[in-house]
Nanobody
Framework: VQLQASGGGLVQAGGSLRLSCAAS????????MGWFRQAPGKEREIVAA????????YYPDSVKGRFTISRDNAKNTVYLQMNSLKPEDTASYYC????????????????????WGQGTLVTVSS
């Protein structure tokens, strides 16, 4: 599966952005999906994940209540709605996928994901 992330940009603190991850090659319904981010000089970290059917989601404490992941399998697209953005949210954001057959135990772990899109840059100004 090929993944294409889009929707990044410059936003003021407190603002919102919605990122999209369009899949091609295979239907995204066969994959658990995640959004990760990486700021300069920092490790890539997960910000949201969702199971293949959308029934289970995961968020780290740093974004819980502000970010929402969703998916539209009919459109082969996964979204990340980001509200109440903070300057510390500034990073390149990546979508990623792994086959749903491997279950959900590793859904928050970067190493579980096999397919990655290119990053889309989000810059939050103070």
């Amino acid at each position: 599966v090929q993944l294409q992330a889009s929707g990044g940009g410059l936003v003021q603190a407190g603002g919102s952005l919605r990122l999209s991850c369009a899949a091609s090659g295979r239907t995204v319904s066969g994959y658990n999906m995640g959004w990760f981010r990486q700021a300069p000089g920092k490790e890539r970290e997960i910000v949201a994940a969702i199971t293949w059917g959308g029934g289970t989601t995961y968020y780290p404490d740093s974004v819980k209540g502000r970010f929402t992941i969703s998916r539209d399998n009919a459109k082969n697209t996964v979204y990340l709605q980001m509200n109440s953005l903070k300057p510390e949210d500034t990073a390149s954001y990546y979508c990623a996928a792994y086959a749903f057959r491997r279950g959900v135990v590793g859904i928050s772990h970067r190493s579980e994901y096999d397919y990655w899109g290119q990053g889309t840059l989000v810059t939050v100004s103070s």
